[in-house]
């Protein structure tokens, strides 16, 4: 996605040629207005008209002028064969793409890639598409295309749990199942993540995994956030200790044990299973004490063998099997049937 492209012709020089057939003030009007002199600061139209004293609709209405007299000039049509390369170049990355991925490929300096952008407002072959909430900036050469695309991105979000998250493998099997009626050459990985770059409702983490931009499992702010995902990746119970390590060594934030652990307390994504062991709600682990987790596996299942609750309970707490009989002893709540089986009283 980050590839420098070179092209065949310096797009500096080839500005140069197109603005030399304007008039003084309006070729000076380009130049602020997009950055192509000294300073690649593009300038707005209010700081334009006060240079030259007149109204930033006038300056509006240089700006419109002389980009149409560019297009109608004759220089314009010796300079074709340039426009050409370009429309090749975002083809060749998709055929829609976002403007920064766009430029960034073309050009290494800000002066570069603002010669570049001026050449694509001016190409007959470019279509812009300014940034929404749902997109970023973005220019294709084939809208039926960039329609598709647009769609794909927007049903795959819809498709994806507002919690889950995604490897980027699998990410990209789920984009390509709504991509089906697209043309073969466009179904390489490269594209297909630039694609999603310029979707701005999806993104991923600091580990690689992609999901909705709103999920803390992406845009992880906290200790909680960063411990959520340290033991989502270990994929097993950890210690409060081990989660602050994690976090160190994953994330390079340092995470004091201390408040590690009074952070996870706090959590309904955490679940106590054991002596200072924690695991994630979303893997089946409940909530309470041992006699809790007895009470809810009774009433779920049925009356039990002291075999069968032993080896169901100690699925959901690190606990001995000796803790688990003697909560199993209160008769207040458990009673023992004659064949041998445990029910609530």
Known sequence: MKSKIQLAHDPKKVV????????????EVLTLRFGLGKTTKQSTLESIGQEYGITRERVRQIENHSLDAIRKSDQMKTEEVVFL?????????????????????????????????????????????????????????????ASSIEEALQSLYKAIPG??????SDLIDRFLENLQDLNEEYKNEEVLKRWLS???????????????????????????????????????????????????????????????????????????VGRGLYAL?????????????????????????????????????????NTILVNLNDRKIFKRESDGRYSLV
């Open 16 to 27: 140069r040629r197109l603005l030399s057939v304007l008039p003084e003030r309006s070729k």
């Open 85 to 145: 390369e370009l429309q090749g170049v975002i083809k060749d990355m998709g055929s829609i793409v976002a403007e920064n991925d766009l430029l960034d490929a073309i050009g290494s300096t800000a002066s570069i890639q603002n010669h570049a952008h001026f050449l694509l407002i001016l190409g007959e072959f470019f279509v812009q598409a300014k940034e929404t909430s749902d997109f970023k900036a973005r220019w294709n050469v084939d809208p039926s295309v």
């Open 163 to 168: 919690d889950e998250i995604l490897s980027e």
């Open 198 to 272: 310029m979707f701005k409702n999806l993104d991923k983490n600091p580990l690689g995994e992609w999901g909705r931009i709103s999920s803390s499992a992406i845009r992880a702010k906290g200790i909680r956030d960063f411990a959520y995902l340290a033991m989502k990746r270990h994929g097993s119970p950890m210690h409060f200790s081990e989660v602050a390590t994690a976090i160190s060594d994953l994330f390079d934030r340092q995470a004091h044990v201390a408040t590690c652990h009074n952070e996870l307390i706090k959590d309904s994504r955490f679940v106590l």
């Open 281 to 321: 709600k979303e893997w089946g682990y409940k909530t309470g004490v041992v006699r809790d987790v007895l009470k809810e596996l009774i009433e779920r299942e049925g009356p039990l063998t002291r075999e069968e609750i032993i080896d169901r309970v100690k699925k959901e707490r690190y606990v001995k099997d």
